[in-house]
Each structure stands twice: as C-alpha cells, then as structure tokens.
C-alpha cells in the first residue's frame, strides 16, 4: 500500500492542483491500511434517554441476534425486568419472578439497553497479584486498552473467567408504577447477593466514557456474570479478585501494538 501511495504521488505531485481528488484517496487508502480498527462494539439505547427520561421502552429485540456467532453481549431487559448476559452466543437473561431469581437460556425477550460484539478468538492475560479490588482492575484494563492503542472514544470487550474470591451481584427489577428514574434507585431495586470462592464467566465493557457501556460516572466498567452452574447470574456491583481470575481480551488488538 505503501508504494501504492508513493506512485500516486509521484504520478500526481506535478498535477495535484489539478486532480486533487487522486491524492486524497491515496491518502485515505494509506491511513485505512495503516490505522487499526478495535473491535466493534454495537450499543442499542442510551443511559441518558432511559434516566433523564425514563425510557424504558423496546430498543433491541433478541430473536435478531439468535444466529449471531461469537455474540458476547450485555442488556436491561425492557421496563428494567432483569439483565442480559450473552457468553459465545448462549444467553442467561436473568429476572425476579415471585422473589426468585429466574434464567432463561433463550434468545426470547426484548432490551431497552443492549452492548454486544462479535470476537472469535481471545488471548488470555494473567491478572497481577496486586489489582484486587475493583479499581485496581478497572485501571488494569484501562493500560491494556492504552498499550494495544485503542482510541479513547471506543469500547473495549474482555471477558473474566475464574474463581471470584468476592462478587457481589444484582438483578434488576423494577416497579412499574414508579415513573421516576434514578442511579440510586436502579442500584437499589431488585434483587441482590454475594458469591464467594465461585467460578464464574463475566462479560465485561470498559471505556474511559462511562455512559458508553451504560455504566455510572463512578466507573469506566460494566461487568455481567453466569456462575458455574448458571444458577446465578446479572450484574457486578463489585468484585474482590485473589489471583484465581484470567482475564481474556480479543486477541485481533494484537495487531495494534507496536
């Protein structure tokens, strides 16, 4: 591509005046071929929307996705009854029914907010002894995302597979008859536990803008989880690691590293 350009503009540096339109597309040809793209992340719905306005409406139907491969997503289910979690395109969409945590391994249902992406291969990464808290790993993942040079206004996927010496999860479910949205309030409704010593599989988010991962202004992760058995599952509220986690990030941003 390199010569490609080179030619180009040696044919043209005498014309450029005249045929500028060759010169640019030389340019955007080289920068394309030489500028590498993350992988993509898709969100469906806004955060804003939903407590500024109290959105919660149908903004992505999960039968759409039902032949997706390599779907690894998270979602709130429409009118904020339960969360999505998407492993490798096999679904635990998790709700509260009659005060029991209930999981449905189908593709059935619909989304008022939903951030997916397709990876086929990861690479593992050992999680340093020192990042424990959530934090810690926040920030871990945050110079991950520097060193394999992903631009700041994107979305990074990575998944947490491993023995969680401390997670404590939730699974939304919201009351009908309040129209009024809050962070407190969506943090506070529905039902809430802890594991420990549990191997779980997580889908997680991280950007250095929170709302891009429809996460609070106080952390740049949105983490969903499937334990062991996929009895449990929902969203990370926090996340105690003892070195019994890897995390796996996709391994295409290996190309971005220089």
């Not at 080179?6 to 005249?18: A, G, N, Q, R, V």
């Not at 990876?119 to 790993?137: G, N, R, Y």
């Not at 536990?193 to 992760?221: P, Q, W």
């Not at 009895?231 to 391994?251: C, F, N, T």
């Amino acid at each position: 591509m390199k010569r490609l350009f080179l030619y180009i503009w040696m044919s043209e540096k005498h014309s450029m005046t005249k045929h500028p339109h060759v010169y640019l597309m030389a340019l955007l040809l080289l920068f394309s071929c030489n500028g590498r793209s993350p992988v993509d992340v898709t969100p469906v719905g806004q955060l804003d929307g939903l407590i500024k306005n109290g959105d919660m409406s149908v903004h992505a139907h999960l039968p759409d996705y039902a032949n997706s491969e390599h779907l690894y997503a998270i979602g709130w289910m429409t009118n904020l009854k339960g969360y999505i979690q998407i492993v490798d395109s096999k679904p635990y969409a998790s709700s509260v029914v009659d005060s029991t945590l209930k999981i449905d391994s189908s593709f059935n249902g619909d989304a008022t907010l939903f951030l997916s992406t397709n990876v086929s291969e990861w690479k593992e990464f050992d999680i340093p002894a020192d990042v424990i808290t959530w934090k810690q790993l926040e920030q871990f993942i945050g110079n991950e995302a520097v060193k394999y040079h992903v631009p700041k206004n994107k979305v990074s996927p990575f998944i947490l597979k491993g023995i969680a010496a401390d997670a404590s999860w939730r699974v939304i479910d919201w009351d009908p008859n309040d129209k009024v949205v809050s962070y407190k309030k969506i943090s506070e409704a529905g039902m809430h536990g802890d594991l420990k010593n549990e191997y779980i599989t997580a889908v997680g988010f991280y950007s250095r803008e929170a709302s891009e991962v429809f996460a609070h202004k106080e952390t740049n992760m949105n983490i969903h989880f499937v334990n062991h058995d996929h009895s449990i599952a929902g969203r990370l509220d926090d996340l105690v690691l003892d070195g019994h986690v890897k995390l796996y990030l996709p391994k295409i941003l290996e190309s971005n590293k220089k």
